[in-house]
């Protein structure tokens, strides 16, 4: 009897022992399966995050254009591994669209061309000069080592020269027969590679909107001009030109389609502005916009202009020089453009 007791003591003992065990055993597996969960939210929380997604390839506005100096010149695309973090930022309208929406890391810019008003920050000491529009500073640029470089148009000469520094060179710049969508793809290029679509998306808003007002204008009038004052001459532009938008997208009806298709306008006397006679008369002023002493009022309102319909209706329209001829391009400048004219005209 004594013997079948101790046994079942014993019995009791290891039942007490084994359901101890599984009980330990149900209690800490589930921190392990929660542990597991965690780790596996975070990662496809990381996986789905907004943000760009790097390596990113990035094509050209255009893909290629021509030099006097070099030719024809291939943009090619540019494959980054990670987003920038320092850049040289030649194009005035791609820095324009990069301040608009906030991006940080532009170490240098052309700073001794004329910067535009709204960029004036960036001629502080904290930014690098890289030299002017046309001639970029090579060795200043080296010693920056940029992760990228942004060119346009003006230094398209220096492209094979600027990719020894950095092979990250992308050209950036408007294309004057296509401007508007060149322009647009600037912007999508900058909205890709820093995770900014919503702020180039809410300032294009803002250009669509202005666009409907200023085409509502435009529509008041039967005929327009555009030129361009450089130190007492002036230049013609077509609906096929750099500011052909002017008609396509502004809705101003051209004074005429006989215009010669060039980057600086086809040469044209005021006497020949008398003879078209134009509704509406826009003025750039690219002497302003290249540093020179301008005279542009007291050189345009001469006794021939006098008798033009846009001047006796006070419709000849004087266009900022820097941003219109050097920061175009932007998502600030093109805003800032359309209500120039919307402030003159309404």
């Known amino acids: 009897m004594k013997n079948w007791k101790l046994l079942s003591v014993i019995l009791a003992s290891l039942l007490f022992v084994l359901a101890a065990c599984g009980g330990a055993d149900e209690s800490t597996a589930p921190e392990k399966d929660t542990a597991s969960e965690e780790q596996t939210a975070s990662e496809t929380q990381t996986e789905n995050a907004e943000g760009p997604a790097y390596p ?42 990069l301040d608009a929406i906030g991006v940080e890391g532009i170490v240098g810019v052309a700073k001794d061309s004329t910067l535009p008003a709204h960029l004036s920050k960036y001629a502080g000491d904290e930014y690098a000069s890289v030299g002017n529009l046309k001639t970029p500073l090579l060795e200043d640029i080296a010693a920056l080592e940029p992760d990228v470089i942004f060119i346009s148009g ?36 900058a909205a890709e590679m820093f995770g900014k679509e919503a702020e180039v998306q809410e300032h294009i808003s803002k250009i669509d909107s202005a666009i409907e007002e200023v085409k509502a204008l435009g529509s008041n009038y039967e005929t327009s001009l555009v030129t361009m004052y450089n130190e007492g ?5 077509a609906k ?106 309404k």
């Open 240 to 345: 096929e030109s750099r500011f052909g938008y002017i008609y396509d997208i502004y809705g101003f009806t051209p004074v005429t389609d006989d215009i010669a298709s060039s980057s600086h306008g086809s040469d044209f006397g005021f006497e020949a502005i008398l003879e078209f006679d134009p509704q509406v008369l826009f003025v750039i002023d690219r002497t302003a916009a290249t540093g020179g002493e301008s005279n542009i009022e007291k050189d345009m309102e001469n006794d021939i202009i006098k008798e033009t319909e846009a001047y006796k209706n006070s419709k000849i329209v004087y266009l900022d020089g820097p941003l219109w001829y050097l920061s175009g391009g932007g998502l600030q400048s093109e805003l800032a453009k359309i209500q120039e004219i919307l402030d003159e005209l």
């Open 56 to 97: 990113m390839t990035i094509s050209p506005t255009i893909a290629s254009t021509e030099s006097e100096e070099a030719g024809t010149i291939a943009f090619e695309d540019v494959t980054l591994e990670e987003m920038p973090k320092k850049m040289v930022v030649f194009d005035y309208g791609f820095l324009d669209t």
């Open 154 to 189: 003006r230094q398209s000469a220096f492209y094979d020269q600027l990719k020894e520094i950095t092979p990250n060179v992308i050209f950036v710049g408007t294309n004057q027969d296509d401007y508007w969508n060149t322009f647009l793809a600037s912007t999508e290029i």
């Open 233 to 237: 001459k002036l230049s013609g532009f």
